[in-house]
């Protein structure tokens, strides 16, 4: 099993079918005997616990589950159609699990071990290493089964919190998948309808494979089965190893895209999103790694802020749009999902969990991804906000640590994108884990607003334009070149006194002393400005040292330039890119500053404002104390 494709033949698969209905049939597994009553005692939701030690008891337990499946409609001989879904995916699932275990054995000394043993007893070291492939043999099977149902079974409703693990055995294949059965069968016992076998299947899925994964420390010889890649297209089902432990299916993109000529203003926002686009497009599937990672200026994770209404959605739309279309071009997989409020659980811990979920399906090496996380004030709270849920502080440590914690890995095929109309109300940790900033601040001149009336308004009228070059405003390169040299100059009014007290001090800054002089009086006046963001600055001045325009005709053909190997896309790349200057440093000190000192006023302003308010609502109030103690008709 190599990192290419492994083809399983549906023969090798069907091969195993009449084991695996013997499986959901009837079998007997061996379970630990705890001592403890399955009866509660009455009123009190507790059970009796015996004082005699049973713990090296074991007892036999028949499992069938075709007939638990059949009991959630007991007045019905017939199978509905969830529930032979589910009876038939359980078994196709033991087969698959048997097949690919089976090509483990194939492609270790298990299979040879194997054959040795039929022939006469094994001696020796071949004992210990025999035992060590058929445990680790159980335990792909095992993975392999509840990744199959995970993937395979649908369910959008809230899991279940009384799924319990189930009792892993890895001592044979059998024994493992036997184990599963078990624990599935006791998961959809306590089903009540149809809708709720489908919702207990899938979170007993989801516990077993994370089961699972904690326990892959245990076995040694998993190198066969890490950087496997599987593909049974019959049933839409793929494992790729380790790397992430699966979710559901993928299901098509359905977005209204939009394209860049549509979008009036955010000029900064706009391009450096369609070469995000482009940058994400050089990741080699092959190697799990992107060359301007390894260059310098690979954005990872960035924010965008601004007014309601000012484009930050049709700016989500538009770049997943023009991911899509490169991935279309490319033959390669993209995945888009946003995390909203919608996934915030009362569940204690189902809303980190779903937070983790959503970060690991866009972080999946095998495919471009784009996650957005909109309003992100509101899906995630400050640490110090004692009114937060419980949720919305799950949030933000998953956030944290994923975006920018130990064990954080930046391969180059996904970015995240955090977008609110209220940034100051983010947690400061979380916000400077964004890489960039990107201000969305929609149409602002004269020239933006007529070219946003005529594009939204259609062509059904014969109305004359009068002097006006249409869009000329909007062309992408004059157009940043004259946002980023608004930029040379601090935009906030804090930073601008910091910045003129810099210039009387020292004058224009020339050397890297100067620029580091600037940073510490930045920080005196902020303290919120960082090493962190120092790091993120630096980056942006590694993005604008590779300020190149990625041409279009490459991405017109995959031969061109996404389907060419790591070293050749390097390369090219390399081949475009130019040092950067003193005067691209200051801008974007500036522009990361302002957005710190613009953050630290806007909650500047929401707190006096709300002093004033609280004044203003006590002067009315003593007055018209004064009124009705004039009228007699106060304290009686």
Same mark, same amino acid.
């Given at each position: 099993?190599?990192?290419?494709?492994?083809?399983?033949?549906?023969?090798?698969?069907?091969?195993?079918?009449?084991?695996?209905?013997?499986?959901?049939?009837?079998?007997?597994?061996?379970?630990?005997?705890?001592?403890?009553?399955?009866?509660?005692?009455?009123?009190?939701?507790?059970?009796?616990?015996?004082?005699?030690?049973?713990?090296?008891?074991?007892?036999?337990?028949?499992?069938?589950?075709?007939?638990?499946?059949?009991?959630?409609?007991?007045?019905?001989?017939?199978?509905?159609?969830?529930?032979?879904?589910?009876?038939?995916?359980?078994? /196709?699932? #033991? =087969?698959? +699990?048997?097949? @690919? &275990?089976?090509?483990?054995?194939? *492609?270790?000394? %298990?299979?040879?071990?194997?054959?040795?043993?039929?022939?006469?007893?094994?001696?020796?070291?071949?004992?210990?290493?025999?035992? /060590?492939? #058929? =445990?680790? +043999?159980?335990? @792909? &099977?095992?993975?392999?089964?509840? *990744?199959?149902? %995970?993937?395979?079974?649908?369910?959008?409703?809230?899991?279940?919190?009384?799924?319990?693990?189930?009792?892993?055995?890895?001592?044979?294949?059998?024994?493992?998948?036997?184990?599963?059965?078990?624990?599935?069968?006791?998961?959809?016992?306590?089903?009540?309808?149809?809708?709720?076998?489908?919702?207990?299947?899938?979170?007993?899925?989801?516990?077993?494979?994370?089961?699972?994964?904690?326990?892959?420390?245990?076995?040694?010889?998993?190198?066969?089965?890490?950087?496997?890649?599987?593909?049974?297209?019959?049933?839409?089902?793929?494992?790729?190893?380790?790397?992430?432990?699966?979710?559901?299916?993928?299901?098509?993109?359905?977005?209204?895209?939009?394209?860049?000529?549509?979008?009036?203003?955010?000029?900064?926002?706009?391009?450096?999103?369609?070469?995000?686009?482009?940058?994400?497009?050089?990741?080699?599937?092959?190697?799990?790694?992107?060359?301007?990672?390894?260059?310098?200026?690979?954005?990872?994770?960035?924010?965008?802020?601004?007014?309601?209404?000012?484009?930050?959605?049709?700016?989500?739309?538009?770049?997943?749009?023009?991911?899509?279309?490169?991935?279309?071009?490319?033959?390669?997989?993209?995945?888009?999902?946003?995390?909203?409020?919608?996934?915030?659980?009362?569940?204690?811990?189902?809303?980190?969990?779903?937070?983790?979920?959503?970060?690991?399906?866009?972080?999946?090496?095998?495919?471009?991804?784009?996650?957005?996380?909109?309003?992100?004030?509101?899906?995630?709270?400050?640490?110090?906000?004692?009114?937060?849920?419980?949720?919305?502080?799950?949030?933000?440590?998953?956030?944290?640590?994923?975006?920018?914690?130990?064990?954080?890995?930046?391969?180059?095929?996904?970015?995240?994108?955090?977008?609110?109309?209220?940034?100051?109300?983010?947690?400061?940790?979380?916000?400077?884990?964004?890489?960039?900033?990107?201000?969305?601040?929609?149409?602002?001149?004269?020239?933006?607003?007529?070219?946003?009336?005529?594009?939204?308004?259609?062509?059904?009228?014969?109305?004359?334009?009068?002097?006006?070059?249409?869009?000329?405003?909007?062309?992408?390169?004059?157009?940043?070149?004259?946002?980023?040299?608004?930029?040379?100059?601090?935009?906030?009014?804090?930073?601008?006194?910091?910045?003129?007290?810099?210039?009387?001090?020292?004058?224009?800054?020339?050397?890297?002393?100067?620029?580091?002089?600037?940073?510490?009086?930045?920080?005196?006046?902020?303290?919120?400005?960082?090493?962190?963001?120092?790091?993120?600055?630096?980056?942006?001045?590694?993005?604008?040292?590779?300020?190149?325009?990625?041409?279009?005709?490459?991405?017109?053909?995959?031969?061109?330039?996404?389907?060419?190997?790591?070293?050749?896309?390097?390369?090219?790349?390399?081949?475009?890119?130019?040092?950067?200057?003193?005067?691209?440093?200051?801008?974007?000190?500036?522009?990361?500053?302002?957005?710190?000192?613009?953050?630290?006023?806007?909650?500047?302003?929401?707190?006096?404002?709300?002093?004033?308010?609280?004044?203003?609502?006590?002067?009315?109030?003593?007055?018209?104390?004064?009124?009705?103690?004039?009228?007699?008709?106060?304290?009686?």
């Amino acid at each position: 099993m190599d990192t290419g494709l492994t083809a399983i033949s549906e023969a090798d698969i069907e091969k195993h079918r009449a084991m695996a209905q013997s499986f959901i049939t009837r079998v007997v597994v061996l379970e630990d005997g705890a001592g403890r009553s399955g009866t509660e005692l009455a009123g009190t939701g507790r059970r009796f616990v015996s004082t005699v030690s049973t713990g090296s008891v074991r007892k036999t337990r028949e499992v069938e589950l075709s007939r638990t499946v059949q009991a959630v409609r007991p007045d019905d001989q017939l199978l509905s159609i969830p529930q032979h879904t589910l009876l038939y995916r359980a078994r /196709r699932g #033991l =087969s698959v +699990a048997m097949a @690919v &275990a089976e090509v483990y054995a194939k *492609s270790t000394a %298990l299979e040879d071990l194997q054959a040795k043993n039929a022939r006469s007893p094994l001696e020796g070291d071949d004992v210990a290493t025999y035992k /060590r492939l #058929l =445990s680790t +043999a159980a335990y @792909v &099977a095992a993975f392999t089964f509840a *990744s199959y149902l %995970l993937q395979t079974i649908e369910s959008d409703a809230e899991a279940p919190n009384d799924i319990k693990e189930p009792d892993f055995a890895f001592d044979t294949q059998q024994d493992a998948l036997k184990a599963l059965l078990a624990g599935l069968d006791g998961a959809l016992a306590g089903a009540s309808d149809d809708h709720d076998l489908a919702t207990r299947a899938r979170a007993f899925a989801t516990v077993a494979v994370e089961g699972l994964l904690a326990r892959k420390g245990r076995f040694d010889a998993l190198g066969a089965f890490e950087n496997a890649h599987i593909r049974i297209d019959q049933d839409d089902f793929t494992i790729d190893g380790f790397d992430v432990a699966p979710g559901r299916k993928s299901k098509p993109l359905v977005m209204t895209f939009k394209k860049p000529d549509e979008i009036i203003g955010n000029h900064i926002a706009k391009y450096q999103a369609m070469r995000l686009a482009k940058m994400l497009m050089a990741y080699d599937f092959d190697r799990q790694l992107n060359p301007f990672v390894e260059l310098g200026g690979f954005l990872f994770t960035f924010i965008g802020d601004g007014a309601p209404g000012t484009g930050k959605t049709i700016l989500i739309q538009m770049t997943a749009g023009l991911i899509n279309d490169y991935c279309q071009i490319a033959g390669v997989p993209f995945h888009y999902e946003n995390f909203g409020v919608d996934q915030i659980s009362s569940y204690q811990g189902k809303s980190g969990q779903n937070c983790k979920q959503f970060v690991n399906n866009v972080l999946n090496p095998r495919s471009i991804g784009f996650g957005t996380v909109d309003d992100i004030d509101q899906v995630a709270a400050k640490r110090s906000d004692d009114r937060a849920s419980a949720g919305q502080q799950e949030i933000t440590g998953v956030l944290m640590e994923s975006f920018a914690g130990a064990s954080t890995v930046v391969r180059g095929n996904c970015a995240f994108g955090m977008f609110s109309n209220y940034p100051e109300n983010v947690d400061d940790a979380l916000r400077q884990r964004a890489g960039a900033r990107w201000v969305v601040d929609g149409p602002q001149t004269r020239d933006d607003y007529i070219d946003i009336f005529v594009l939204l308004a259609g062509k059904n009228h014969k109305i004359p334009m009068g002097e006006h070059a249409l869009f000329e405003a909007q062309q992408i390169q004059k157009a940043v070149s004259v946002a980023y040299e608004e930029h040379a100059k601090p935009q906030e009014e804090g930073l601008r006194k910091v910045y003129d007290r810099f210039l009387n001090d020292h004058g224009e800054p020339k050397s890297l002393v100067d620029v580091g002089e600037y940073l510490h009086m930045i920080k005196e006046a902020e303290p919120r400005f960082t090493g962190r963001a120092i790091k993120n600055v630096t980056d942006a001045i590694k993005m604008r040292a590779m300020d190149i325009d990625l041409p279009d005709a490459w991405f017109e053909k995959p031969e061109t330039f996404m389907g060419k190997g790591y070293d050749e896309k390097k390369a090219m790349i390399e081949e475009l890119r130019g040092p950067f200057s003193m005067a691209m440093v200051m801008q974007e000190i500036n522009r990361y500053a302002d957005s710190e000192f613009r953050y630290s006023d806007r909650a500047d302003d929401v707190d006096v404002s709300k002093l004033i308010r609280d004044a203003k609502l006590r002067e009315r109030a003593i007055g018209e104390i004064e009124a009705l103690k004039a009228k007699g008709l106060w304290g009686g």
